[in-house]
């Protein structure tokens, strides 16, 4: 049986604020292969700073090609300046062979890459050979020579054009077995790298053109540079000529911070996206100096310290960035530098009064918790150096006693209302901070949320995060950030590509952790870039012209879900339907956002009274045939964002709203006449 529902607008009666367009940002870290698919670079170990992983010396994600008996490997220390390390090959004239290193690459196609070779040679070497082929068929998808024109070390460029896609691509850099021989004698056939990349002509800033597009789409209006890699990261090391970085543990994750995405990359990728960039500092392992050293490379004139590194750099003119953040998560005992409430007020004080003495426009934001007692410490302390509180939200399966013995239709149940407690962490934090003046100016910034399914650490297939279901929570989450814009300014996704949960956006086929289940690659789609169910919510609400709020009234049935642990909210009478009615600037346009998380058909009435509307309205829809159903490299756009007009009177009469879907109404609005 179909269920019905009527919701009424008051079109005449905008909120008094503006919705912060910084509600829709983004969140990247370093952290497992978020970086790896963000990157436009094909190849790893660059800078041969991985250890053999065989019994040959040979760097990391690199093997051995030659056909020599007797060519032999060795790592050494890198080129002056430069981090990782060398990678030595000795060519055996009596051999007769070729020698080099490969590694496995996904490349595209037709498409010119840039080659770049740190080297050195003995005399007796001419040229290397970069060249990429096809691992299983031996065909020849491009070639560069490179003329070696010195023994000591030296930079060189090429260029080498790829044929064709290939996913399954070797690149191979070698002297070749034609190459003139020498007579064996001190330093002969030796060949040092000590660098070696690949970057396809349609990189942007080093990001993958693909990721660039689908980000742009996404219109996030902040992007925010921050997680517990952060806290540990020393942004100095991340500046300057990628090849003099150094490289650098990710002491958070595991693995190598990429050197290739610093401060200067960071700020680019959000200039090239026209958003607003918002940057963590190192409060964990670092210090209120370097937190304001970080702020005057990013703000200061040519004529200060910093800001003479910076244009010494390439970047003569100041980022202007105006949000900085202190702490992430430091309540956590996964955290670096981890302590008590009253403990991070105190540092927080005293990195906010350093950061502000290098700009004092700087806008501070500082680590809160769904614990009010962490709160109220911070506040109490710190409240009158910061502008905003910061909150975490990751709701899973774990705050109702479930696991994945409890029936679907419950556990999809659950994730459907994680946006209650949404509302009731804000609720309860928003109290707080209006509890006393000394810090009432303070407002809300969610720097991360997401669904969540515990416990994480065993997966099997694509967890919930990526399911229409976890489209439906964070339609949800949005839905509630948008009721409290008054004081929730920011929020920030987490995360942008790949990484921990899994990103919005997609690239091959890795998973949320990839340290279980399959490996990368075994799909046979590397390449492919698409978006979860979330990345189609995130796209829709943010591209929609909304600035203030409008009263909505909605009447609809209810549904409960069976927790087996204590909850803090009424789990027992739960509407079908979530909704919330924005206007635009001037009140000419009409957005509805209504999320139908029940598992029926609902046939809803839009009632707007005292108005009348255009014939016609957009009709955005995101829905699917199951709430566990995702989108796949098999299956890219198996859940998209579709539009349609549908007339008025089919709304004002009843119109069918899919089970667990999203939808947003677009159409002109005026007041009648006469």
């Known amino acids: ?71 032999s490997y060795a790592l050494e220390a890198p080129a002056p300046k430069h981090s990782g390390r060398a990678q030595r090959i000795r060519v055996q004239s009596d051999d007769e062979a070729f020698a080099g290193i490969a590694q496995e690459a996904a490349l595209k196609g037709p498409m010119a890459y840039s080659v770049r070779v740190v080297a050195r040679a003995s005399i007796e070497l001419q040229y290397l050979i970069v060249e990429a082929a096809d691992r299983r068929t ?26 064709r896609t290939c996913e399954h691509a070797e690149i191979r850099v070698y002297v070749p077995m034609e190459h003139p ?54 942004f100095e090391h991340g500046v300057g000529s990628v090849l003099e970085r150094p490289v650098m543990f990710n002491e958070a994750w595991g693995g190598w911070t990429s050197k290739y995405f610093g401060t200067d990359e960071f700020i680019r990728f959000c200039r090239e996206l026209g958003v607003e960039p918002l940057i963590c500092v190192n409060d964990g392992s670092g210090t209120p100096e370097e937190a304001a ?112 013995d409890t029936p679907a239709e419950e556990r999809y149940k659950a994730i459907a209302v994680f946006p209650e407690w949404t509302r009731d962490d804000i609720r309860r934090t928003v109290e707080q901070i209006q509890a006393t003046e000394n810090h009432r100016h303070i407002k809300l910034a969610i720097t991360e949320y997401n669904t969540m399914y515990y416990p994480n650490t065993v997966r099997k297939g694509l967890p919930d995060e990526h399911t229409l279901g976890a489209a439906v929570a964070n339609a949800g989450n949005l839905n509630e950030m948008l009721r409290a814009s008054d004081m929730v300014h920011i929020g920030s996704f987490s995360d942008l590509v790949n990484g921990w949960l899994g990103g919005c956006i997609r690239v091959g086929d890795y998973y949320a952790d990839q340290y279980r289940g399959k490996l990368p690659g075994w799909s046979g789609h590397p390449l492919t870039v698409y978006g979860t169910p979330t990345y189609e919510v995130m796209k829709l609400y943010a591209n929609r012209d909304i600035h ?88 890219p756009e198996c859940i998209k964002s579709t539009v349609r007009t549908v007339p008025f009177e089919a709304l004002q009469n009843g119109y ?9 109404l677009e159409m002109n609005a005026a007041p009648e006449t006469g």
């Open 138 to 163: 031996e065909e020849l998808l491009g070639r560069a020579r490179i003329e070696l024109g010195s023994h000591n070390w030296k930079e060189y460029e090429a260029a080498l054009p790829v044929s």
């Open 293 to 404: 050293r970080w702020v005057e490379y990013c703000n200061g004139s040519a004529e200060t310290p910093m800001g003479a590194v910076r244009a010494a750099n390439g970047y003569p003119a100041p980022y202007n960035v105006r949000y900085w953040e202190i702490g992430n998560e430091v309540w956590g005992g996964w955290q670096v530098g981890t302590c008590s409430a009253d403990r991070f007020a105190e540092r927080c004080v005293s990195f906010a009064e350093a950061m502000k003495a290098a700009d004092p426009s700087v806008v501070i934001l500082a680590c809160g918790h769904t614990d009010q007692a962490w709160n109220r410490a911070v506040l109490d302390i710190a409240g009158a150096h910061i502008d905003y509180l910061t909150l975490h939200l990751y709701h899973g399966l774990n705050r109702f006693g479930m696991n994945r």
């Open 656 to 664: 069918p709203l899919r089970p667990a879907s999203i939808y947003a």
């Open 181 to 234: 021989r020498w007579t064996d004698h001190v330093s002969t056939g030796m060949l040092w790298l000590d660098h070696v990349s690949l970057l396809p002509a349609d990189n942007i800033g080093g990001v993958k053109g693909e990721v660039m597009d689908m980000t742009r789409e996404l219109n996030a209006g902040m992007m925010r540079l921050a997680g517990n890699y952060i806290s540990a990261y020393h």
């Open 1 to 71: 049986m179909k269920r019905k529902a009527k919701i009424t607008i008051d079109v005449g009666r905008p909120s008094g604020h503006t919705i912060n367009p910084y509600l829709f940002g983004h969140f990247v870290e370093d952290i497992r292969d978020h970086m790896e698919a963000m990157l436009a670079y094909p190849l790893k170990d660059m800078d041969f700073e991985s250890e053999a992983e065989g019994k040959t010396a040979v760097s990391g994600s690199w093997r051995p090609f030659t056909n020599g008996r007797n060519t």
């Open 548 to 635: 203030r709020l409008l009263p909505a009234d909605v009447e609809c049935g209810s549904f409960s879900v069976r927790s087996n642990k204590p909850a803090p909210i009424d789990l027992g009478d739960l509407p079908d339907l979530d909704v919330v009615a924005c206007t635009n600037e001037d009140g000419s346009t009409m957005t509805v956002f209504i999320v139908n998380r029940s598992l029926q058909e609902v046939q809803v009435e839009l009632n707007l009274p005292g108005y009348e509307s255009s014939s016609e309205i957009l009709l955005h829809e995101i829905t699917g045939d199951s709430v566990e159903a995702i989108n796949s490299v098999f299956e």
